[in-house]
């Protein structure tokens, strides 16, 4: 599942590959260095050594008989004690290098780690910049928060941190077991019979440990969510004293989350002991049937050799025990894998086509025809049979009581939806076969509640239109009416407008929105009731700044304040999704209809 994203690292698996199979030959040779020692200190062998020929028949007692051999005639012309330095340096040599190539092991795999973690943010970030809005009126924001972070995180803890396991330790076992096998086949294969047995409990373990970690971070999301929502409805929780509610919800949430750590924990916990007890089984019962061996009469290896045997079979345990180590955490990160990959493998049926028709300018109109659409296949239509026409240069005003469609017709024309029946066209090109990069960059919206982001107030102005001068800035902000209030902050353009603007007014927020409308100059502009919420006198200033953008510009405004679209080429008035009623004020106030209704409601 991760390969894609560890393809790009390949050379640095190859340097660990190279450096873990120094490692196994530097420590094997260590380890040879013990049974002349052992000979020479305790004087278990007083045997006289003849040097046998190499050849490729030679079995292992040959090559260890020649060993001692060496050091027999070594100890002869210059004397035990200095032989035994001398192995004993051997040994120290061998033991830097060892540690050296298990050093450069793990040094070649933290590029791997931290650039496969890089990788994978950048991919969530990018779908979730490239999925449609719908995808995200079904999901909760704390979820994808959580997934982001916890879950990569742990991709990366269980994961990418076991790599280096899972490349060291099969070579150690490989190179172990070759070494074990030359020394003793029989003991080897006695051995052999009981590693199944370890396999399959460590896999049983971990296979149960992948399915509580997937409910585990299942209930991380929640969490998440339940401090996002808190963060964004703080005013009210606040205003209707419900402080000890959400606390109390917070605390169900992270209190079933702890139980479920715990038993992940818990499970993650074992692994060590499990491992270290089958092991301890495993050397005793071979310490058993190799005595057992040694005290017979025709001994297949003398006693040196069998604890040369054991020093790398004991040498063998740890990395089982690293893999097993593995195995309980690499399922634990597949979980938290899954649950990413619903959003990567989430589909996005906005889809761009193979051929786009071009599109880089508005000429004509925009036209709605027989359009129908519902937020699910099968669900209930939102819009049915709309048919309209929005020519160049025209204002259009969308009116209606709340839930009639307005926001969700409006949303159609950049294409943050696909209709469900008919089409949407610009200048008679179908919109679902032009680029949506040609076809957003002809509109500018202003939303009702203005989104800032937390940075200057000249970034936010230059938003999305790369290349903008500071001269272009301050004169969008002049026309948008927002230059005096700008100069008057202490860094002026610099000012940092905080998490969603909150460090200025609701009447600022929108002036800077629409002074980034102003500078992105759009043909097309879509107006969705940016004055709503705005007291009088920034009403006033936001709707001087609205009549100088709307000017010699297509307009599509969704209004809430009937009075402010007196001037409209068109209104349009919507119910239940369609097209009740449409024209002037005043036509359509003489008609006495829905629009009539909603004017005198106001007017009350």
């Not at 089984?281 to 604890?307: K, Q, R, Y």
């Not at 028709?357 to 099968?378: H, K, M, N, T």
């Not at 009549?547 to 510009?553: A, E, G, K």
């Amino acid at each position: 599942m991760l390969r894609e994203y560890i393809g790009p690292y390949r050379k640095y698996l190859g340097g660990s590959v190279v450096f873990n199979i120094l490692s196994v030959v530097f420590n094997l040779f260590s380890f040879s260095m013990i049974m002349p020692i052992l000979n020479m200190l305790f004087g278990l062998d007083d045997k006289t050594y003849v040097l046998i020929p190499w050849s490729e028949a030679a079995s292992s007692q040959d090559y260890i008989n020649n060993l001692y051999y060496y050091v027999a005639q070594f100890t002869a012309s210059h004397g035990a004690s200095r032989t035994l330095l001398v192995l004993c340096l051997f040994l120290v040599v061998m033991t830097v290098l060892k540690t050296a190539c298990y050093f450069g092991a793990a040094a070649v795999m933290v590029p791997i780690r931290t650039g496969v973690v890089r990788d994978l943010r950048m991919k969530i970030y990018d779908k979730i910049l490239a999925l449609p809005l719908g995808f995200f009126s079904q999901e909760k924001k704390g979820d994808i928060i959580a997934r982001m972070s916890g879950d990569v995180q742990e991709v990366e803890n269980s994961i990418t941190g076991s790599l280096d396991m899972l490349i060291k330790n099969p070579i150690l076992i490989a190179g172990y077991f070759a070494a074990l096998i030359w020394i003793s086949w029989e003991m080897t294969l006695f051995v052999l019979v009981f590693a199944p047995l370890m396999l399959w409990v460590m896999g049983k373990i971990g296979r149960k440990l992948k399915a509580q970690s997937l409910e585990a971070q299942a209930l991380w999301s929640d969490t998440m969510s339940q401090v996002e929502e808190t963060l964004g409805g703080l005013r009210v929780v606040k205003a209707f004293l419900a402080e000890k509610l959400m606390s109390g919800r917070f605390g169900r949430i992270t209190e079933a989350m702890r139980r479920k750590n715990t038993r992940v924990a818990v499970r993650q916990a074992s692994a060590h002991p499990v491992s270290e007890c089958l092991g301890t089984i495993l050397i005793a019962v071979v310490l058993w049937f190799g005595g057992m061996l040694i005290l017979g009469d025709n001994a297949p290896i003398d006693a040196p050799t069998f604890i040369f045997f054991l020093v790398i079979l004991y040498s063998v345990i740890q990395p089982i025990k690293d893999l097993s180590k593995a195995a309980y955490n690499i399922p634990k990160g597949m979980a938290s894998m899954e649950r990413i990959d619903r959003i990567l493998d989430a589909g996005n049926p906005l889809t761009e086509p193979a051929h786009p028709l071009p599109l880089d300018r508005f000429e004509d109109a925009i036209r709605f025809r027989g359009v129908s659409f519902c937020y699910e296949a099968g669900g209930k239509q939102v819009l049915r049979d709309i048919d309209l026409e929005i020519g160049k240069g025209k204002t259009v005003a969308i009116v209606g009581a709340s839930g009639a469609g307005k926001t969700t017709l409006v949303d159609l024309i950049p294409r943050f939806y696909d209709v469900s029946a008919g089409a949407v066209t610009i200048d008679g090109k179908d919109i679902r076969e032009v680029a949506v990069s040609d076809l957003r960059s002809l509109m500018g919206n202003v939303n009702q509640d203005p989104i800032l982001f937390n940075d200057t107030i000249l970034n936010n102005i230059a938003f999305g239109s790369a290349g903008a001068t500071r001269a272009q800035v301050e004169e969008a902000a002049k026309i948008a009416n927002a230059h005096e209030f700008i100069l008057e902050k202490e860094e002026g353009y610099d000012t940092n407008v905080g998490d969603r603007g909150v460090k200025l007014s609701g009447g600022q927020r929108q002036r800077i929105s629409i002074a980034r409308a102003i500078l992105k100059n759009p043909p097309i502009l879509i107006l969705d009731e940016a004055t709503a919420a705005l007291d009088t006198e920034s009403e006033r200033l936001v709707q001087e700044a609205l009549d100088r953008l709307m000017s010699s510009r297509t307009t599509i405004a969704i209004a809430h304040r009937l009075s402010t679209i007196r001037n409209a080429d068109e209104i349009v008035v919507l119910d239940e999704g369609r097209i009740v009623e449409r024209g002037r004020h005043e036509e359509l106030l003489a008609l006495g209809g829905h629009y009539r209704k909603l004017y005198d409601m106001q007017a009350f």
